[in-house]
């Protein structure tokens, strides 16, 4: 985009300039709308001067910011880098335990629900009773 080069901003200040100090020119000799059309140019001139300048200074803190956060993303990775890889196996073990888990619940289902194989031939040991005698009273 060419309106966007920095080179626009004294060149509208510079217009509109010239368009104020035309008012002057153009209001001397009687010629009011003349005169109108060159103040309503000059502010024209103005706020877009004004305009080209704040995008220009936004532009250029918007890039130092992208640098900055840049920066702290690559500082912040090379700090961390050993934490995740301790927090990614940490993970990986407990997935594997959920696993076994699952296939362990997946096993005594199947043998509850009677698929005409028994606890043993599925490879499951029935669950130990708890011996309770000693906690009830005797009497």
């Known amino acids: 985009?060419?309106?966007?080069?920095?080179?626009?901003?004294?060149?509208?200040?510079l217009l509109s300039l010239v368009n104020f100090g035309a008012v002057w020119f153009a209001a001397r000799?009687?010629?009011?709308?003349?005169?109108?059309?060159?103040?309503?140019?000059?502010?024209?001139?103005?706020?877009?001067a004004q305009r080209l300048a704040?995008?220009?200074?936004?532009?250029?803190?918007g890039a130092e910011a992208v640098g900055k956060l840049r920066d702290l993303e690559t500082r912040l990775a090379s700090q961390n880098q050993g934490q995740v890889a301790q927090a990614l196996d940490a993970i990986a073990i407990e997935v594997e335990r959920?696993?076994?888990?699952?296939?362990f619940l997946t096993k005594l289902?199947?043998?509850?629900?009677?698929?005409?194989?028994?606890?043993e031939a599925v490879g499951?040991?029935?669950?130990?009773?708890?011996d309770h005698s000693s906690t009830l009273p005797q009497g």
């Open 54 to 61: 704040l995008r220009h200074k936004t532009t250029a803190a």
């Open 1 to 13: 985009m060419w309106f966007k080069h920095r080179a626009w901003i004294p060149i509208a200040w």
């Open 109 to 119: 289902i199947a043998a509850r629900d009677g698929q005409g194989r028994s606890a």
């Open 98 to 103: 959920i696993g076994e888990g699952q296939r």
């Open 29 to 48: 000799p009687g010629e009011p709308w003349h005169a109108t059309i060159h103040a309503a140019l000059a502010v024209l001139f103005g706020l877009g």
């Open 124 to 130: 499951v040991s029935p669950p130990k009773e708890a």
